[in-house]
């Protein structure tokens, strides 16, 4: 009898133990299915940082770009009075600042920024050694230049600029002028008109 239920005691136990243990199988299923999942996500992080590199990459090589070619006033600046006690154009002299690439003077933008208003100044047509009119832009005159509009190394371009609205061109008020080539940094020239206006005015 000692026998006949030692074997029944130890029967259901030995046979249960295959059905609820963790098999060498499953246990390397689980590993490849961790090891595929943190490749998977390895490999979008490295995804993600290479592209976030290569955007930081190309803005740095734009902001360099921009910084490094644009243009600078050569010369004095001065505004051209043809109404009494107003200045109705202001002359700036601009050039290519050292090593910069040449300039298409088509694609140049140029806005005129008071403490009242602030407008976009139009290109005048036809745009070089002509006077512009009100609210246009020209190229008065070219110094060293060759018959194209591009401005090249030790070139002069002599820009007329004409605004619409001259309420910031009275005595003591001050403006800026904003010259933008297209993909280029902007220059921005900011002078105050004097109490005496005369035919021609320095502007310092």
Not at 81 to 92: C, K, Q
Not at 165 to 171: A, E, G, L
């Amino acid at each position: 009898m000692s026998t006949s239920n030692s074997s029944d005691a130890t029967g259901p136990k030995s046979r249960g133990l295959p059905e609820t243990g963790f098999t060498g199988l499953e246990a390397a299923i689980v590993l490849i299915a961790f090891v595929v999942v943190a490749s998977v996500f390895a490999y979008v992080v490295l995804t993600a940082g290479i592209l976030f590199s290569e955007e930081s990459r190309s803005t740095v090589h734009q902001g360099i770009r921009e910084a490094g070619s644009s243009i600078t006033v050569t010369g004095a600046i001065y505004g051209v009075s043809n109404t009494p006690g107003m200045i109705d154009a202001v002359i700036v002299p601009v050039g290519l600042t050292a090593g910069s690439d040449p300039i298409d003077i088509t694609t140049i933008s140029v806005r005129f920024v008071g403490s009242t208003h602030s407008e976009i100044v139009a290109q005048n047509v036809p745009l070089v050694d002509v006077l512009p009119g009100h609210g246009r832009w020209s190229v008065q005159e070219r110094m060293n230049s060759n018959s194209d509009l591009l401005l090249g190394p030790g070139e002069q371009y002599t820009l007329n600029i004409s605004p619409e609205v001259r309420s910031d061109c009275k005595p003591y008020r001050s403006f800026a002028i904003e010259i933008k080539p297209a993909g280029r940094a902007a220059l921005r020239v900011e002078r105050t008109v004097p109490g005496s206006i005369d035919r021609l005015t320095r502007l310092d």
